[in-house]
DNA sequence: TCATATATGTGAAAAGGTTCACAAGAATAT
DNA sequence: ATATTCTTGTGAACCTTTTCACATATATGA
């Protein structure tokens, strides 16, 4: 267990790192340096060594980064070394998205179950798996042994659905309705806001803007 | 013009209070105090009132902000005050999606041009929008007056695309692909990473995270 | 009119994150 | 063997962002 504390832009590194290290692997490279890795991901040679630092050391000084084994490790300490069970609830436009989205099993997140409250989709199958009642929702989660909940439901029911989610003990939860959910102090809670991406690029736009540091 | 180089976070917040005061605004408040708009966006006041003070004094001592007047002060900063005319490219999964989302349309972001390479899919007419042939990305985009892309394309053809999309004279770009596009210095470009919030979500719950500082 | 309560705006302090710079380790060439 | 080159790992310096704390301004009630 990681006992110091580490900052979300160093976690966020990590699966940029993770990205970069598939590809190298791809394209047969034995090892990587700080530098190339940085490269890549338009970050800085030290950046890379000091997050990577905070986990253990990993390269070889005058050599670089062993490829294979530095993307094993990260994925280890990103706990996707393992399956992880998702149910995603509202299956619409952006949840049918997500479930056909063979990328995240690759990772392994692996979507095995879906709701929804629409008595048209209720009992259907989509991409295998059966379109559950959302009324079921706790029993349910708690059965299939849900770890992660992904949330595609309209804002004005996703607090709600929250409540219940968080009743059947789930602990993490990525939400795409663009609302600020009331959750427990030990839910983890992610958010993905898409708008809040176009409007930054229309500040920027209309800004000019320089960023003081960049993303 | 905004000289003061502000920060990425504060701009991303600013789009959290526009967000929190068109919800109040319906529930018919007529002013707020950073405290409340603190607490609805799980910020802390001072964060509010300084985040604002880079703009401009927008508030009255004693009374707070004027909810009216203070979103539509944002908008203005944030250039949602105007539609911009955006592209999509890539109208598979993700694409239909955000073709399908009324809100962008809503705040200022329409989608008026769709590409694609499927035959399939040209000239098939998409909500409302005829499915443009990728190959006359460059001179379509100029001729609908295009200023920002929205890329929803497999990652292994995103750089090409982006390469042209530059060459037509685009500013800004939303990139879904997991790739890290390179553009020139002078070309807004954000991406939107969805398997990393994820592997934020498992990296917390392996590690038992408790972030240095809060999203 | 005055007292009290409320809440902003902002320098200054504190905390956090990034970059620098270099000692030290390892590979390679001579 | 030794010199040279390369590149890591990391304290310390530097820079950025957040939080604190309070003077200041307004509203409200007596
Ligand atoms: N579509 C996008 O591109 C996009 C982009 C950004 C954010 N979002 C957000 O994602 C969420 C979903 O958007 P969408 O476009 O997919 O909407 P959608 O209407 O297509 O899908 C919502 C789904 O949720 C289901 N649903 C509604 N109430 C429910 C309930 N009480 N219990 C269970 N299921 C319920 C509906 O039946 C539907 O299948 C929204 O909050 C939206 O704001 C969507
Ligand atoms: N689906 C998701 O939930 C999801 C989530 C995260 C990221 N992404 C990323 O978004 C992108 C799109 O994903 P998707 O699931 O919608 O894939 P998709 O295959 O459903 O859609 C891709 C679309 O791009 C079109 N296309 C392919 N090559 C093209 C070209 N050269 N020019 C123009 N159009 C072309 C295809 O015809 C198709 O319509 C991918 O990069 C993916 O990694 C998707």
Redesign the pocket.
Known sequence: MTRKRI????IHRLSLYYRALSLLEKENYET????E?AKREK?????V??D??FFG?????????PVRELKHQISSILGIDRVWRVALVGVGNIGSALVSYKEFAKQGFQIVKLFDNDQRKIGSNHKGIVISDIANLETELREANIEIVVLAVPATVAQYITDDVVRAGIKAILNFAPVNLKVPPDIYLRHENMSMELEYLSFALVNNHV????S
């Open positions: 900052s979300e832009s160093t990587v340096s700080s530098k890795l970050l800085t040679p030290a950046q060594r000091k990577l630092s050391t990993f390269g070889t000084r005058g050599l670089g980064y960023p003081k540091r960049n």
